[in-house]
């Protein structure tokens, strides 16, 4: 599965901070008991991009500086999600190890805050310095050999989580035919709840060589289990909310770091889920942005 970061204990928390040399700006928001938790509502983040050295700027942004930014606003609010996912490209370029230390030291804060976090793996990330930097939390025996994969289950939704990192630094990501073998029967024999699919990549089928290469084979495993709701993904750095022919929602997370147009917003999504569908409310690095809270309700496919 991939790797899941269970919450830290405050005792933990200020080892690891400590022995770091930085408590990364969050120490008074996280000495105080951890707000009770909402089970509705995760927090989705993508394309954080940390590296190893915290004052990195790239494309006129501090990539830890954005992540501290988005760890605050998480900390204060009255209830903690039930979860939170950052889904793809964690390290700045190509997975160097260094940059897998720094961001652990910047998840700290969230774990201190009681929060579960999953970390899914993208183009700029390298599988074995991911595993290398968070040893005791590795699963011993992923569902497919050598991939990040997990079924989650929340009350109102089922979060498949999958794995589309083919090589380091190349552009465009791959399912391959054991991952989707294995999405196909975990969705047939989790059919009783809607289901939300995790993956770095977006879909490829306008062609060219910059998203899912086996696109129009996840999407024959989507379409017809009218219990998949969402496809969710990252990777383009653009925050946009559509629904295919089929109904399937397609989301675009934004990125937490840089972006690729001018004017577009980076940030996070406030996903609460219901029953029947999900509210998304993005919310920016910039609360000043026009984007900024900006909100799509979803209504589920029947």
């Known amino acids: ?28 928001l996280v000495e105080a008991a951890p707000a009770p938790v909402d089970e509705s509502f995760w927090a989705l983040l993508s394309d954080v991009h940390v590296a190893a050295d915290p004052a990195r700027i790239e494309r006129g942004v501090n990539m830890a500086n954005h992540f501290q930014i988005v760890s605050k606003e998480i900390l204060a609010l009255p209830k903690r999600p039930g979860g939170l996912v950052i889904n793809g490209d964690c390290a700045l370029a190509s997975g160097q190890s260094d940059d897998y230390v720094e961001l652990a030291q ?24 991911f ?29 498949f989580i999958l794995d589309s990192l083919e090589k380091t630094s190349s552009t465009p990501g ?37 998203g899912l290469k086996d696109t129009i084979a996840l999407l024959e495993v989507l379409r017809p289990r009218q219990h998949v709701k969402a496809y969710i993904f990252g990777h383009t750095h653009h925050w946009e909310v559509q629904q295919d ?7 675009n997370l934004p990125a937490v770091a840089y972006v690729f147009r001018e004017g577009e917003p980076s940030g996070w999504v406030r996903a609460t889920l219901a029953p029947e569908g999900m509210r998304l409310e993005l919310r920016c690095v910039d609360q000043k942005h026009p984007a900024h809270g900006q909100v799509h309700d979803l209504n589920w496919r029947t």
């Open 106 to 129: 910047l998840l700290a804060p969230l774990r201190a805050g009681a929060m579960p976090i999953h970390l899914t793996l993208g183009n700029h990330d390298q599988r074995e310095h």
């Open 1 to 28: 599965m991939p790797i899941y970061l269970p919450p830290l204990s405050r005792r933990e928390f200020l080892k690891r901070t400590l022995a770091a040399g930085a408590a990364l700006g969050l120490g008074p």
């Open 245 to 251: 022919p089929s109904g399937l929602h397609l989301v």
């Open 131 to 159: 595993w290398r930097a968070f040893p005791r939390e590795r699963a011993m025996q992923p569902a497919v050999p050598d991939r990040q994969v997990a079924l989650v289950s929340t009350r109102h939704v089922n979060w």
């Open 174 to 210: 791959l399912l391959g035919r054991e991952q989707l073998s294995w999405l196909r029967g975990a969705l047939d024999a989790n059919a009783h709840k809607p289901a939300l699919i995790l993956v770095h990549h977006n879909p490829g089928i306008g062609g060219g060589n910059f």
